[in-house]
């Protein structure tokens, strides 16, 4: 959809929200799944304004809503929930981030915390969101390795696009490894994720802290947030991020050797939705590669 054209559907659906002041929106590049712009109003601040074209389900919105409003309460800084309907999300207006390394020392300090203040008994949560376009279950297990093969990678085999991508041998592989994440990944517990945490959706608030966007929570394990961070091109400032959150969370070394396979649930749900689907499928084999059945 043209920027002209994105621009009059978020304007209208506005109005039919009941923001009537609404002057002009300017559609915004960038967001994947959605349309999003920034709505200059006559009687109050702009914000941020977020649609789609064809509305995925009723909840989509109240459930990233409820995402925003878990992660504030347990500390991380959010944008205002201003409204949230089945058309519509409007969000109070964050800045970019800042080009600096102490911003990113602060966001580590500001994740580590909400990974270690949030530890949960159970993987899941009260009710399923949304990751993009499709919906993310989050029925509740006890067992992260389940809850992680069933829900975050196996889940994606019946898309479309990735049953199109991945042959029978992908598709065994990635099973195999399912079978074996107790072989390669260590047992951590669930605590409050993010979900989303590509780069793109790290911002900050007026005064400079680390503010976060577009969430789709659940406990899980700690990981699946860094290793998004870790493999969606993070600036050249970041480089302190990684070492100063291993520190405050007592990260063993190895870490970087797991993260292909947990942002496998990453690069599954941007091949079922997108196209192109900028290497995904790709990085998909190269991480199943060893796990293929021998011939």
């Known amino acids: 959809m043209g920027p002209e054209l994105a621009g009059g559907v978020l304007r209208a659906t506005l109005e039919r929200s009941g923001l009537p002041d609404v002057v002009a929106v300017e559609p915004l590049s960038g967001g994947l799944a959605a349309l999003a712009g920034i709505a200059t109003r006559r009687d109050a601040p702009p914000v941020f304004v977020k649609a789609f074209d064809d509305v ?6 109240a459930a990233e809503a409820e995402g925003l409003a878990a992660l504030r309460e347990s500390g991380m800084a959010t944008p205002e929930v201003i ?25 580590a300090h500001a994740l580590a915390r909400l990974h270690t203040s949030t530890v949960h008994p159970r993987f899941g949560w009260h009710r399923d969101n949304w990751l993009g376009r499709r919906r993310q279950i989050n029925t509740w297990n006890d067992d992260g390795f389940a809850f992680f093969a069933e829900h975050r990678l196996l889940r994606w085999l019946g898309e479309p696009r990735v049953e199109a991508a991945l042959d029978a041998g992908d598709r065994a592989a990635l099973e195999r490894l399912c079978h074996r994440l107790p072989e390669l990944l260590p047992e951590r517990p669930a605590c409050l994720t993010h979900g989303d945490l590509w780069t793109q959706n790290v911002l900050a608030t007026a005064d400079g802290r680390p503010a976060l966007i577009d969430p789709a929570v659940s406990y899980m394990w700690a990981e699946v947030d ?32 797991r993260m292909p396979i947990i942002q496998l649930r990453q690069h599954l ?7 192109p689907d900028w290497g995904a499928a790709e990085q998909i084999r190269a991480t199943l590669a060893p796990f293929r059945p021998s011939i």
Do not use: I
Not at 56 to 61: G, N, Q, R, Y
Not at 84 to 95: G, K, M, Q, T
């Open 56 to 61: 995925p389900d009723d909840d989509v919105f």
């Open 83 to 107: 409204l949230a309907n089945r058309e519509l999300l409007v969000l109070s207006l964050l800045p970019a981030r800042p080009r600096s390394e102490t911003f990113w020392e602060q966001f």
């Open 226 to 257: 860094l290793a998004h961070v870790w493999t969606t091109a993070p600036p050249p400032e970041a480089q302190r991020f990684f070492p100063v959150y291993a520190e405050l969370t007592a990260l063993d070394s190895g870490w970087q050797t």
């Open 269 to 275: 749900a941007v091949l079922a939705q997108f196209d």
